[in-house]
Structures are given as structure tokens and as C-alpha cells.
T-cell receptor, first 111, second 114 residues
Framework: GAGVSQSPSNKVTEKGKDVELRCDPISGHTALYWYRQSLGQGLEFLIY????????KSGLPSDRFSAERTGGSVSTLTIQRTQQEDSAVYLC?????????FGEGSRLTVL | AQSVTQLGSHVSVSEGALVLLRCNYSSSVPPYLFWYVQYPNQGLQLLLK??????LVKGINGFEAEFKKSETSFHLTKPSAHMSDAAEYFCAVRTRGGNEKLTFGTGTRLTIIP
């Protein structure tokens, strides 16, 4: 596609449920990033992929968070046993040669 | 570790007035610096970036920023604000030679007063 595509755009879930957020990067972009944007805060780095491997996952806040990337393309961020503090906008970005492009985000609300 | 500090979480300017959004960086070596804009319910869009060529960088929508090593600053300016500039602005830093991960400031919400 022309840009970074994320789905779902909005997700409301109950506390304790698992959620999956999907990111489809720009074709040919080898690097992919996940960030979290909480209300009134900046962007918090979660994880970075180069191809299918994740050399930097230092930002994942707990072992309830995991991510994978397959075929050097689509990535899925999974949050298990969601908590209310997980409510945020999850942004995905892909980059090539230092230029980073963001999707519109997935807004997660945990009730 | 590298970081950026954005002074002022909210800035209001009158339409037609100068826009000045402040960003200071902390890095042991001159980094790459970026400004992004986020309009409501949208992703981030790159405004401009500094990568060590000219210290005055021009971006889209009439914005520019000047890299000042002596002040460790990369402030964003626009001579004349337009109503459409109302958005949230993020300064970001990336280490040279490292992975392309950006570290973002906490953002400045710009309001334009008619």
C-alpha cells in the first residue's frame, strides 16, 4: 500500500482479555517499530524489527506484551491479560534509509 | 542515553504571529534531530530533519528549525501562524550509527487564536 496501515483503528476490550494489533508497513521497508502514545504523554518506544528479527525490544513494558513479524512485512503486537493502564494509542512505523513513516494508530480502550 | 526536552506542553499564538516551539537535546555526540506533527486522530508526519548538512533546515508548511550545538537546541519556527497549524508537535532524536529508533519528546500542543 501507499502508507503504513494499522488495524483495528479502534478496539474496546474488557480487562483480562487478549488483544492483537496489526501493522502492515510500506512495501520494501525493512525496519518496523511499535510505539505507545498515552494521553498527555509522548511516544514511548516498544520494539524495533529489522526484517523478522527484533534486535531491540527494550521498551516492552511487561511480559504480557509480545510482537512478531513474518515475511519481513506484517507485524502483530499482542497484549495478553489486558489491564486498564494498557489503554493508549499504539502506533506503528516503518522506515527505509532513515525516513520513518507512521500509521494512524490503533486506539485501545480497556474497560 | 540520548533524549529531548520540549519546553511548554501548550503554546498559543495568534493567527499571523511567529510560532516558536522549543526543543533541547541531550546527546554525547551530535545526533540526528527531527520534528514531527500530529493532527487530531492521525499519525505522525515528518516536518523536517537535521542530519549534519546545513544547520538551518527548512521543512514543509513553512516551518524551519535551526540546529545550535552551543545551545544543544533545535527549536521549530514559522514566521506567520495559520489556523491549519493547530496540532501537536514532537521533537525527536536518533543516534548516529545506531538503529533508526527515534526517542521522542513529550510534545507541544499548538493552539492558534483567530
Amino acid at each position: 500500500g501507499a502508507g503504513v496501515s494499522q488495524s483495528p483503528s479502534n478496539k474496546v476490550t474488557e480487562k483480562g482479555k487478549d488483544v492483537e494489533l496489526r501493522c502492515d508497513p510500506i512495501s520494501g521497508h525493512t525496519a518496523l517499530y511499535w510505539y505507545r502514545q498515552s494521553l498527555g504523554q509522548g511516544l514511548e518506544f516498544l520494539i524495533y524489527f529489522q526484517g523478522n528479527s527484533a534486535p531491540d525490544k527494550s521498551g516492552l513494558p511487561s511480559d504480557r506484551f509480545s510482537a512478531e513479524r513474518t515475511g519481513g512485512s506484517v507485524s502483530t503486537l499482542t497484549i495478553q491479560r489486558t489491564q486498564q493502564e494498557d489503554s493508549a494509542v499504539y502506533l506503528c512505523a516503518s522506515s527505509l534509509q532513515g525516513m520513518m513513516f507512521f500509521g494512524e494508530g490503533s486506539r485501545l480502550t480497556v474497560l | 542515553a540520548q533524549s529531548v526536552t520540549q519546553l511548554g506542553s501548550h503554546v498559543s499564538v495568534s493567527e499571523g504571529a511567529l510560532v516558536l516551539l522549543r526543543c533541547n537535546y541531550s546527546s554525547s555526540v551530535p545526533p540526528y534531530l527531527f520534528w514531527y506533527v500530529q493532527y487530531p486522530n492521525q499519525g505522525l508526519q515528518l516536518l523536517l530533519k537535521y542530519t549534519s548538512a546545513a544547520t538551518l533546515v527548512k521543512g514543509i508548511n513553512g516551518f524551519e528549525a535551526e540546529f545550535k550545538k552551543s545551545e544543544t537546541s533545535f527549536h521549530l519556527t514559522k514566521p506567520s501562524a495559520h489556523m491549519s497549524d493547530a496540532a501537536e508537535y514532537f521533537c525527536a532524536v536518533r543516534t548516529r550509527g545506531g538503529n533508526e529508533k527515534l526517542t521522542f519528546g513529550t510534545g507541544t500542543r499548538l493552539t492558534i487564536i483567530p
